[in-house]
Nanobody, 117 residues
């Protein structure tokens, strides 16, 4: 089970840090990441991080502004978001890939991020 938190309302240019705590099993050996979905839009990839924490991938739209990290001892993944833009407004989901590569079989409940202009 994945539990995301840390969303909220922030002005453009502001920052937020999302957290996703895993429970029920260890996710330290699996790729974890974040997706988001804005109203009326398809769900989109945001970032992923490999188990070691040394390899990360980002969507072009967030590269240079967002940073994904993880603490395997705490079974938690984070998403630090800086210089937020109104177009970052979305429901953010944390995910884990425990089976087929590229298929995320664990999804958190989502945390809302709203960026005002």
């Amino acid at each position: 089970q994945l539990q995301a938190c840390g969303g909220g309302l922030v002005q453009a240019g502001g920052s937020l840090r999302l957290s996703c705590a895993a429970s029920g099993r260890s996710f330290s050996n699996y790729v974890m990441g974040w997706f988001r979905q804005a109203p009326g839009k398809d769900r989109e990839f945001v970032a992923t991080i490999r188990p070691s924490g040394t390899t990360t991938y980002y969507a072009d739209s967030v590269k240079g502004r967002f940073t994904i990290s993880r603490d395997n001892a705490k079974n938690t993944v984070y998403l630090a978001m800086n210089n937020l833009k109104p177009e970052d407004t979305a429901l953010y989901y944390c995910v884990a890939e425990t089976g087929v590569p590229g298929q995320y079989d664990y999804w958190g409940q989502g945390t809302q991020v709203t960026v005002s202009s």
